[in-house]
């Protein structure tokens, strides 16, 4: 079955970076692509960015672009996100999440990871 | 920017009936584009509905998706005590991207 495990939580100081790791099972990774989202508390969900897993060509929210930087290791499995430069505004739970493909038109996000919480306190 | 709008924040109900969630769009956009997600505390979002009416893999006929113009539904038809959850609209387009409305939380009456 399709399994996203997602690395554990983090806490960083206001200026540093994360990297969040999301490791993937039960299909083909290369196949499709993976997205970032996130949820500060109290928040609505707000899309990051995109990788394409197989050749990896990324897109990202224009919010976020210059901080957040997607990657992938395809031997692996294995997508990542790390958002640099980081304010308090950034303490949010930060999911993966696979492109559904569906038969007809479709932009959405079928899988998830279970989520990683990062906390940026001084 | 497409803004996707749920009201209200909250809906009580009791087990066994009927509830319809909203979800309203800025600007006329595309329902291929428009699906519903449900997020349980810690947990992350379910895939319910995609393409505005299609019901995603697993998801009991009880879920019912459909659309009028800008405005978005959600009907549960017959509501189960595991359906107590909170309810997340998204859209996307080329320019907005990915956008999710606010969302409602069905809470037990």
């Known amino acids: 079955q399709v399994q996203f495990v997602q690395s554990g939580a983090e806490v960083r100081k206001p200026g540093a970076s994360v990297k969040v790791s999301c490791k993937a099972s039960?299909?083909?990774?290369?196949?499709?692509?993976m997205h970032w989202v996130r949820q500060a508390p109290g928040q609505r969900l707000e899309w990051m960015g995109w990788?394409?897993?197989?050749?990896?060509?990324?897109k990202y929210s224009q919010k976020f672009q210059g901080r957040v930087t997607i990657t992938r290791d395809t031997s692996a499995s294995t997508t990542y996100m790390e958002l640099s430069s980081l304010r308090s505004e950034d303490t949010a739970v930060y999911y993966c999440a696979r492109d559904h493909h569906c038969s007809t038109t479709c932009a959405d996000f079928d899988y998830w990871g279970q989520g990683t919480l990062v906390t940026v306190s001084s | 920017e497409v803004v996707l709008s749920q009201s209200p924040g909250t809906l009580s109900f009791s087990p066994g009936e009927r509830a319809t969630l909203s979800c309203r769009a800025s600007q006329s956009v595309s329902g291929s584009y428009l699906a519903w997600y449900q997020q349980k505390p810690g947990q992350a979002p379910r895939l319910l509905i995609y393409g505005a009416s299609s019901r995603a893999t697993g998801i009991p006929d009880r879920f019912t998706g459909s659309e009028s113009g800008t405005d978005f539904t959600l009907t549960i038809s017959r509501l189960e005590p595991e359906d107590f959850a909170v309810y997340y609209c998204q859209h996307y387009d080329t320019s907005s991207m990915y956008t999710f409305g606010q969302g409602t939380k069905l809470e037990i009456k």
């Open positions: 990788i394409n897993a197989g050749n990896g060509n990324t």
């Open positions: 039960g299909y083909t990774f290369t196949s499709t692509a």
